[in-house]
């Protein structure tokens, strides 16, 4: 018997691991593939496409498309508008809420849990849940925060009647339901940061706003960035709050970028133009990230 | 006076003034869901009139009648086994995944680490219409298989499996060396070794992949249209009359019943649910 | 039947050469102590050894075998780790014969073979406890039995005393040489403490940079180090090492030695007059049975000598005396030039 009777496998051990892994990864890899790289590349051709969903009919237009959302169509810049307004007024409103919030419960007090688990609730519950209830809250005369106001002597308005109301109304109410996410995020971080850096601080006669300003929220500085790509990215996906609280109305006062996508694609079947739109978010999303993302580079 | 009081007086005093406000702020979270449970509880016409939040009257017959109105039990039924097959299915195969990528040697793993996170960034609403358009060329229109796929091949699946990945990097590498001394596979490493010490991280993917498919409202929107299909989120919001206003007292009382139970797990989990909210945030 | 024989391993991580080609011959039955600083490439060996770790170069057999691409498993060799790795959920009865289940050996034989190794180890009234019930020793013995109950060929030992305390490390080291007398097997061990190296080995490999430095018995290391690296390395505290000009005192050196070296215990102190060499007392540490002396030679090195009982105060002036027997000479590239040469 000899050494060399052993013979060698055909699969080194190391292309063996490297096959497993690939085997291990591939159902990831192929549902990737399948449901989002190739309507990545689908939704680029339809977009170069006028397909009419009721005529079955594509034609290559070339990018009439774009031009028709960027230069023709009056909805198109009041939605570009709508989005933005909806996202300056939800995430600023959201992290400084947040961050209030985790502020004043990331210390240990009698009813500290349950403040927290009162301000997380929205967060499990389903966004058309919350939107029915708010909607049915914000009734024009007869509805709950209306009559209150009016045990206070204030005239409500129709919340959800009128266009600037409506985004008003739209963006409150869904601040309410996501800040606990950001909270929960906030308080996380400002419990990692070590308890000697307030310390040596206050021992050194710092007041508790110099402590935040000059420790606590440069030490925050990662956490907000991240909250803030996160916040900005959900405030273009929001959907459903928006199709159950206004169905993008009034006079398409809250007609945002992801239900006009909806509306054109599955309620106009306009299918080229929306895939142009879905283009247009995906470049306005990556835009905003990277950007961001340098900010903060440039920043630290 | 002020002065008067003691350091720890002091400090009582202000603690009290801080928990008030924060029962002020509280409001808007907490009292939503009374409303809607006293509502659910109120004929049509004592809904829109003096406000009150204990019903004159216990109308208990609108949950009977949310069950007349449409197959609501049915629907509620496709919501959870859907709910439970993403979960099963995301748990298995992010977790395969996140394994790979974190133990596993093999060139391009970088790359297709990259590529997974880049796709968290895109909305789904930018891929939703060729992927309407492949659903239905597959033959799978007004079935529940979308609301199955797409959640455990989207961004969900993806969330799960840099969740595990990231746990896994954290457990100690020697165990898994002792399972292969052992004699175990890599398959029954991950499946003996690394899957019963990621416990943690388990059920923070069930947790935030089942109240994601739970409360999943586009792509039923799109792809289902028979109203037995129905999963809760769309067949909340069905409950209108004949012209498409809100029947608000039946609405009212569906949807206490599609968010009550998972509010009672909350309660009950909460300190659970939360972390894993949390892990899934801090990573992304 | 289990010997060990690596030709010219190599092993490469990405552009970093680890382990640069070594060879080595085990005999069946010996206790081979891998040893070096961290860093040195003495972990991965075992690592490849073990099959945890694939060769990128080179032959490794175990008994006949080329196993260069054999499974872990399948190598019969057994693993003690540095962490211990215990199963965490599973009980240490489940532990122990955890492999023996993955290996479908049949419930009754698991059972007797795991009773066997946990009377050999004192862990019968352990057996229903989870790891984190035990304290570190107990870990240890278990981490060990769980290696036992396999009956492989050779066993693989990776710093598994670094995580125990002073004490239960002295214990434990006698417990696994016991261990080796009592089964006999094949033992490779890794350390990067040299006392725990030349109280266990047979055989010490002294490895740096990924290269084998030396491999000897513990007396061969202490008495004929082949270099300065092995000369300092070995021997607790380090030896001293003088510019042959400094040390021509203590005697005739042979061609070619650029220094010199000489161990802090064979050195004695005498009157100033009387020493070969002089030097003035800088620091003197007192550790009980002896005192460590720090001391400024009149060429200006410092050298440390060990002298039991009453040592001289600091600033005092001294004599050094040292046995031509005692000294080590080095060339340039720091090899030792042997005493037989210098014979000749």
Redesign the interface.
């Known amino acids: 018997m000899t050494a060399r009777d052993e013979r060698a496998p055909w699969l080194t051990l ?1 292309m063996r ?2 096959m ?3 085997l ?2 591939s ?6 593939l ?3 790289v ?3 590349c ?2 680029v051709w ?1 977009s170069l496409t006028e397909w009419n969903l009721l005529s079955q009919q594509s034609v290559f237009v070339g990018l009439d498309n774009y031009d028709d959302a960027l230069f023709h169509n009056l909805d198109f810049w009041q939605v570009v508008r709508n989005s933005i307004v909806f996202a300056i007024g939800l995430v600023p409103l959201n992290m400084a809420l947040a961050l209030a ?1 985790a502020l ?1 419960l990331s210390r240990r ?1 009698a ?1 500290v ?1 349950f ?16 939107a ?6 914000l ?1 024009g005369e ?1 509805g ?1 925060v209306n ?2 106001l009016a045990g206070i002597g204030i005239h409500g308005p129709n919340w959800l009647r009128e266009p600037d109301w409506a985004m008003v109304a739209v963006i409150v109410t869904r601040v ?1 339901k996501m800040v ?2 950001n909270m ?2 906030y ?2 971080a400002l419990q990692a940061i070590p308890r000697d850096y307030e310390a040596a601080a206050r021992l050194e006669g710092a007041s508790n706003w110099q402590i935040f300003r000059m420790i606590t929220w440069p030490l925050l500085g990662p956490t907000t960035l ?1 909250i803030m790509v ?1 916040t900005t ?1 959900g405030s ?2 929001v ?2 709050h928006i ?2 609280m206004t169905g993008g109305g009034p006079e398409n006062g809250t007609l945002v ?2 239900f006009y ?2 509306q054109q ?2 309620q106009f079947f306009d ?1 080229g133009y ?2 142009a739109l ?2 247009i ?2 470049v306005i ?2 835009g905003l ?1 990277v950007v961001q993302l340098a900010l903060r580079r440039r920043d630290t | 006076m002020i002065g008067s009081l003691t350091q720890r007086q002091l400090r009582a005093v202000k ?1 009290i003034c ?2 008030l406000a ?1 029962c002020v ?2 409001i ?3 009292f ?2 009374l ?2 449970i006293s ?1 659910g509880l109120k004929g049509p016409s004592e809904i ?1 009139g003096q ?1 009150s939040l204990i019903p004159t009257s216990f109308r208990w017959n609108n949950y009977l009648e949310v069950f007349n109105y449409q197959p609501f039990a049915r629907q509620y039924f496709n919501s959870l086994y859907i709910a439970v097959t993403v979960t099963l299915l995301t748990l298995f ?2 977790s ?2 996140g ?3 974190a133990r ?4 391009g ?1 970088a790359l ?1 680490a990259l ?2 996170v880049s ?1 968290l ?14 659903i239905r060329w597959l033959g799978l229109s007004d079935t529940h298989w979308p609301l199955i ?2 959640p ?3 961004s969900q ?2 969330v799960g ?1 840099f969740l595990m990945r990231q746990y896994f990097l954290a457990l ?1 590498k ?2 898994e ?8 596979s ?3 490493v ?1 499946w003996r ?1 690394a899957l ?2 990621s416990r943690p991280a388990l059920a923070a993917v069930a947790i935030i992949t089942f ?1 994601n498919s ?2 999943l ?2 792509e039923p ?2 792809f289902i249209s028979s109203l037995e299909k129905f999963t ?2 769309l067949a ?2 069905n409950f209108t009359d004949p012209y498409g206003s ?1 029947l ?1 007292h039946l ?2 009382a569906a ?1 206490t019943l ?2 009550l139970p ?2 009672m797990v ?2 009950i989990a ?2 659970q ?2 972390e894993s ?2 892990l899934s ?2 990573k ?1 | 039947m289990s010997s060990l024989t690596l030709r010219n391993l190599k092993k490469r991580f990405g552009r970093v050469d680890v382990i640069r080609g070594v060879t080595l011959d085990v005999a069946d039955g010996e206790f081979v102590v891998f040893v070096g600083p961290s860093g040195c490439g003495k972990s991965t060996l075992l ?1 490849m050894i ?3 770790e694939d060769v990128t170069d080179g032959e490794l057999r175990i008994g006949n075998r080329v196993v260069n691409e054999v ?4 190598r019969g ?3 003690v ?3 211990y ?5 599973l009980n240490v009865r489940d532990n122990m014969g ?2 023996l289940k ?2 479908k050996v049949p419930a009754a034989e698991r059972q007797q073979r795991v009773s066997e190794a946990a009377a050999l180890l004192k862990l019968d009234a352990l057996l229903d406890r989870f790891p984190r019930e035990l304290s570190g020793g107990q870990r240890q013995r278990v981490a060990i039995g ?1 290696a036992i109950v ?1 009956h492989p060929d050779v066993f693989l030992f990776d710093e598994p005393l670094s995580n125990l305390d002073a004490e239960l490390r002295v214990h434990m080291r006698s417990e696994i040489a016991a261990l080796h007398k009592r089964l006999g097997n094949t033992m490779i061990y890794v350390t990067h403490d040299q006392v725990e190296a030349m109280t266990l080995a047979d055989k010490i490999v002294v490895l740096r940079d990924g290269r084998i430095e030396q491999v000897g018995s513990p007396r061969e290391l202490y008495e004929q180090p082949d270099n300065i690296f092995v000369a300092q390395f070995i021997g607790s505290p380090k030896m001293n090492i003088l510019p042959a000009g400094s040390a021509a005192g203590f005697g005739a050196q042979p061609a070619g030695a650029v220094s010199v070296g000489v161990r802090p215990e064979h050195l004695s102190l005498v009157a100033p007059e009387k020493g070969q060499i002089g030097g003035k007392v800088v620091i003197s540490e007192y550790t009980g049975a002896s005192s460590l002396l720090h001391i400024r030679l009149d060429s200006g090195e410092t050298c440390l000598v060990v002298v039991d009982g009453d040592a001289p105060e600091a600033d005092m002036k001294v004599g050094l005396l040292a046995g031509t027997d005692n000294l080590h000479h080095f060339d340039t590239d720091g090899m030792a030039l042997r005493k037989s040469r210098l014979l000749m």
Do not use: C
């Not at chain 2, 060396?177 to 175990?184: E, F, S, T, V, Y």
């Open positions: 190391k691991e490297a497993e892994a690939w291990f990864i159902p990831t890899l192929a549902g990737f399948i449901f989002f190739g309507p990545l689908a939704v339809y919030l004043a007090f009813g849990v403040f927290r688990t009162v301000f997380f609730a929205p967060v499990v519950t389903s966004a058309v849940a919350w029915i209830v708010w909607k049915f809250l009734q007869a709950f009559q209150m309410i606990g996410l929960i995020l308080i996380a991240v996160i990215i273009f996906k959907f459903d199709y159950l970028l992801a996508i909806y694609g599955f299918v929306a895939s879905a283009m978010m995906f999303v990556m990230t | 603690q801080w928990t924060l702020v509280a808007p979270f907490v939503p869901f409303w809607m509502s829109f406000p195969i992010s395969l995944a394994y790979a990528l596993l040697r093999f060139a793993a297709v590529f997974l796709a960034m895109v909305p789904e609403e930018v891929t939703i219409i060729p992927n309407f358009f492949l796929l797409l455990v091949f989207g699946g993806i499996t100690p020697e165990l060396d002792a399972g292969k001394m052992d004699g175990l890599r398959f029954g991950w070794i019963p010490m109240l739970w409360n409202f586009l929107l799109i809760l989120p909340l919001s809100p608000w609405q009212l949807t599609a968010v998972i509010l909350y309660l909460q300190r649910i939360i909210f949390a945030g801090v992304g | 690592r073990s099959g945890l499974q872990p498993a399948k060799v057994a693993m780790f540095q962490s790795a215990l199963y965490p959920h955890f492999g993955v290996r769980r396999g």
